[in-house]
Nanobody
Framework: QVTLKESGGGSVQSGGSLKLSCATDGVTLTRHCMGWYRQPEGKEREGVAV???????TYAESVKGRFTISQDNTKKNLYLQMNNLKPEDTASYYCAAEYLGAKRHCSHTWRVGSYMDYWGKGTTVTVSS
């Protein structure tokens, strides 16, 4: 059974930083595409960043240069370091995983999230101006 549990959300002022964590169980990070997604209130979910089985990262244009997705050496925890936060980053953030099988890379449509097999329950980030 796969479980994903996010933590680290909170309220910060514009320009501040937060680091989100995703504790995984039942996931082999080297055989899954791991991603962070967010959903602002009243809006659609969007992909923020993904990390594939080869360690290659891909980011949404809106967060490039500000956010960093990573995993720790135990390969059990996924992180999202968020710097220079903006009010438009306010959202619920979700950790997700796609089982890759023999593949090494995330789906080219990763931003939609439709190929993700597992989801956490989310953590809320609020950025005030």
């Amino acid at each position: 059974q796969v479980t994903l549990k996010e933590s680290g959300g909170g309220s910060v002022q514009s320009g501040g930083s937060l680091k989100l964590s995703c504790a995984t169980d039942g996931v082999t990070l080297t055989r899954h595409c791991m991603g962070w997604y967010r959903q602002p209130e009243g809006k659609e979910r969007e992909g923020v960043a993904v990390l594939d089985a080869d360690g290659i990262t891909t980011y949404a244009e809106s967060v490039k240069g500000r956010f960093t997705i990573s995993q720790d050496n135990t390969k059990k925890n996924l992180y999202l370091q968020m710097n220079n936060l903006k009010p438009e980053d306010t959202a619920s953030y979700y950790c997700a995983a796609e089982y890759l099988g023999a593949k090494r890379h995330c789906s080219h449509t990763w931003r939609v999230g439709s190929y993700m097999d597992y989801w956490g329950k989310g953590t809320t980030v609020t950025v005030s101006s």
